[in-house]
């Protein structure tokens, strides 16, 4: 679905919380042409207010439930603090969001947990690792019951959303008076989900996988797999060269390998090297003299720069076995860059040298009281990124703060 971009003011303040999470983010389109509105508009910083009273027009029975919509849209937020690129702009570019209704909360909360294996999916694909905390109440998406996120620790040992999932309860229902027929005749409002990603995983994708050189994209996602560099000699007929080229390409592109010849005559082969590493390709095939003499291929992996020649009537199943071990490669040394800088402080006083220090995500006990989150936030000058989900203390351990056991662990550190 497109839904509007424009929200008037009072629809995005019918729900109180809601609003007031997001005053200070919101930018405001007053004039039309020469003449003033008579009531803002507001540039979609999230949806849930234009598509909740939409929805309550056409879902008005439980028969028409569940409702799941899905959109990519801008959304804009009036950042004051630096912002990077990607990484947290003004203009949010290609948020993905998803929109559920449903009948019961219980069907709502079966719908967070598909959400998160959806997400678990594909960071997997995209071999980039993720923490999976509950944020804490005060870090809760505005108006929702709970928010749960993924995170991921950047080479500067920040860390990076790069997801959210929200349980938004019936909160903006009972705010649009949105309600639908129960199959006794009464009336109920909805519960609504919502979760989404943005741009964020691009910058993640790049910076977890690139170099000094530039982005390392896994197989799986390249739009280019593979490029084919001839290497002319002089001594050897360039035509002979270029068929054999041809040839090459025309056979892993009829097995789907995405794949590109680099024919430019302006540029050396070490040129056209540095262009295609610049870019990410995961694999570069070299073809000169001796490759068509022996009817083979040099294939060069743009993730450790290792060399392998292989055998033309067999270089489809070989490209398909190298990039399979890239990804896992990838993988593997992506997940092992993230447990590294997961640690444990005994103390406060080592929490707060670790987050000095930038070492990435620290884990300690917390008993959940938000009067010691916040205290813990406050020791450390860093972030509570919430309850982990994806792991507990096997044993109660004390609360770093206050003392007493829990086995809930709580994530902290400097994030984007």
């Known amino acids: 679905m497109l839904f509007p971009q424009l929200i008037p003011e009072d629809a995005l303040a019918k729900e109180a919380e809601h609003i007031k999470g997001f005053s200070g983010e919101v930018f405001w389109v007053t004039q039309g042409g020469e003449r003033p509105l008579g009531i803002r508009l507001a540039l979609r910083p999230t949806s849930e207010a234009v598509i909740t009273p939409m929805v309550a027009m056409r879902a008005r029975s439980h028969r028409h439930l569940p409702v799941k919509y899905y959109q990519v849209v801008n959304i804009f937020r009036f950042e004051t603090k630096m912002t990077v690129p990607l990484i947290r702009d003004r203009e949010v570019l290609t948020f993905k969001e998803a929109h559920t209704f449903h009948a019961t909360h219980e069907e709502a909360e079966r719908q967070i947990e598909e959400a998160i294996s959806i997400y678990k999916r594909f960071f997997d694909e995209l071999s980039i690792p993720y923490l999976i905390s509950q944020r804490p109440e005060w870090d809760k998406f505005a108006g929702a019951l709970r928010t749960i996120s993924f995170d991921t620790i950047m080479p500067d040992g920040r860390t990076l959303q790069i997801a959210t999932v929200h349980d938004l309860g019936q909160n903006f229902a009972r705010a649009f008076e949105a309600t639908f027929e129960k199959p006794d005749g009464t009336h ?60 090459l390409e025309e056979r892993l592109r009829s097995k789907g390998v995405r794949v590109r010849s680099d024919l430019r005559e302006d540029l050396t ?21 001796r490759e068509v003499e022996t009817n083979t291929v040099v294939v060069v992996r743009r993730d450790t720069g290792a060399r392998e020649t292989v055998a033309l009537e067999r270089v489809v199943a070989e490209l398909e076995r190298m990039m399979q071990k890239m990804q896992a490669d990838l993988r593997a040394r992506a997940w092992a860059f993230l447990r590294e800088n997961v640690h444990q402080p005994r103390s406060l006083e080592e929490l707060r040298s670790l987050i000095a220090e930038r070492r990435g995500v620290a884990e300690v006990p917390w008993c959940g009281d938000p009067d010691c989150g916040q205290e813990l936030e406050e020791y450390s000058e860093a972030k509570l990124l919430g309850i982990a989900l994806d792991r507990e203390f096997e044993t109660e351990q004390p609360c770093l703060v206050c003392g007493r056991p829990t086995r809930k662990v709580a994530r902290i550190a400097k994030r984007y």
């Open 269 to 289: 082969p070490g040129a056209k090297y540095y262009w295609w590493d610049r870019r990410g390709v995961p694999l570069r095939l070299d073809v000169g003299p």
């Open 188 to 247: 109920e409002y909805y519960w609504q989900t919502s979760y989404g990603i943005s741009g964020r995983v691009i910058a993640a994708l790049i910076a977890i996988h690139g170099d000094d050189i530039g982005p390392c994209l896994p197989p799986r996602v390249a739009p280019i797999q593979a490029v084919i560099v001839p290497i002319p000699k002089k001594e050897f007929p360039q035509n002979c060269l270029l068929d054999y080229v041809r040839v």
